[in-house]
Each structure stands twice: as C-alpha cells, then as structure tokens.
C-alpha cells in the first residue's frame, strides 16, 4: 500500500495525560499536512511542513501541541496535558511539490482521538 | 480569508432519487481550486473531482455531476439515481493557487440515502 498511512487509528486516553500520533506520507511527498476535524465539522487546516520545515501553524495550534518531521519522512504529532476539547479525528495528508498547478493532498484514514 | 458554506447539514432521499448537495465559497482571490470529498462511515476522505477558477464548464462522471457557476460562487454536487452506497458525508472545499494549497473545507452535508 502507498497510500498516507496514520498509526495509531484508535486512541483513548485520559484527560492530563500526553498522546503522540505519526502519520507516514506517501513517499515521494515532501510536502505534509496536518487537519483536526471535530464531530461534526468539516476537517480544519493545523499546520504543514515542506520537508522538515514546519512552514505554517493555524491558531488553533495551542502550545501544548508540537508537530515535528525530523528526517523530512514520517511525522509526528503530540499533544501534551489533553484536554476533552482535544477529543477529534487528526488527518494527516501529504502531496508533492511540483511547479504549476495544483498538487493533491492525499488524505490518510485519520487517527480518532478520545480524550476521557 | 477563504469560507466555504454548505447550508445542508443533513439530507435524506429515498433511493434512486436525485439528490443536489449545495455549496457557496467566499475568496477574495481570482484563482482558486473547488473540491467535493466524500467521507464514508470509515472515516477517510475520499477525493471526487477538482475544479479550477478559470474552468466553468460542468461535468459529469457517472452518477455524479457537479455545476460551477462563479456568478453565484457554488459549486453544486448532484447525485442522479442515488443508491444506498452513497450514503456518507459530503465535503465542499476550497484552495488558493500557489503557496502551500491549504484546503478551506465547508462543514459538510450527512447524505442518507433509504433503501
């Protein structure tokens, strides 16, 4: 499968504690991008990173998330001290940086995220 | 800022009925790409088709047509003959030309279709 693959797909936590969840690109991608979509809503704009640059951060990017892409691959997303608020499906999607036109996001399966 | 308004939130058909899913966008930008998305029970979001500013002309894939008109700023969806699979939620996004291409999703419309 080369498609975006996200791990884990399910997780449960209680409120306070700290989650991290990775997201795999497709590979050739260097372009990646981070959504929070709550129940709902449609799916809104966290942050993206052009290789391991993180070139963009939405407001709704508290400071008790961090988003990393160290080797310009895989990538990470954590939240610390969580909050019920936090509770959503995190989508992670990736596309390559081609010149003119448009370059598709590819959207992995998302990580749903419960915060008790 | 880009908005993209669905004012359906939630729809019902019986099967085999016609179904238009509406969309209005807001940019202040002359180019820009419109998308539909489909979001099954299953979580992940399928693509459907992408339509930029310059092009107007409607198109048809199977089932599904979708109608731009920039007069108005909507980017309708019509399901002809709707069919029990088709149930899912239906996103309408939009995107600037160049830069990073950050999609602007609308808040969707849950499409049931009953057997």
């Known amino acids: 499968d080369t498609g975006v693959s996200q791990n884990p797909r399910h997780k449960i936590t209680k409120r306070g504690q700290n989650v991290t969840f990775r997201c795999d690109p497709i590979?050739?991608?260097?372009?990646l991008y981070w959504y929070r979509q709550t129940l709902g809503q449609g799916p809104e704009f966290l942050t993206y990173f052009q290789n391991e640059a993180q070139l963009e951060k939405s407001r709704l990017l508290s400071d008790r998330f961090s988003a990393e892409r160290p080797k310009g691959s895989f990538s990470t997303l954590e939240i610390q001290r969580t909050e019920q608020g936090d509770s959503a499906m995190y989508l992670c999607?990736?596309?390559?940086?081609?010149?003119?036109?448009?370059?598709?996001?590819?959207f992995g399966p998302g990580t749903r995220l419960t915060v008790l | 800022a880009q908005k993209v308004t669905q004012a359906q939130t939630e729809i019902s058909v019986v099967e085999k009925e016609d179904v238009t899913l509406d969309c209005v966008y807001e940019?202040?930008?002359?180019?820009?790409?419109l998308f539909w998305y489909k979001q099954p029970p299953s979580g992940e979001l399928v693509f459907l088709i992408r339509?930029?500013?310059?092009?107007?002309q409607n198109e048809i894939s199977g089932r599904y047509s979708w109608n731009f008109q920039k007069s108005t700023s909507s980017f309708n969806f019509t399901i002809t003959a709707s069919q029990v699979v088709d149930s899912a939620v239906y996103f309408c996004?939009?995107?600037?030309?160049?830069?990073?291409?950050?999609?602007?999703f609308g808040i969707g419309t849950k499409l049931q279709v009953i057997p």
């Open positions: 940019t202040r930008d002359t180019t820009y790409y």
């Open positions: 339509r930029n500013s310059f092009d107007e």
């Open positions: 996004a939009l995107s600037l030309f160049g830069g990073y291409q950050k999609v602007t």
């Open positions: 999607a990736s596309s390559s940086d081609g010149t003119g036109g448009y370059n598709e996001q590819f």
């Open positions: 590979s050739e991608h260097n372009r």
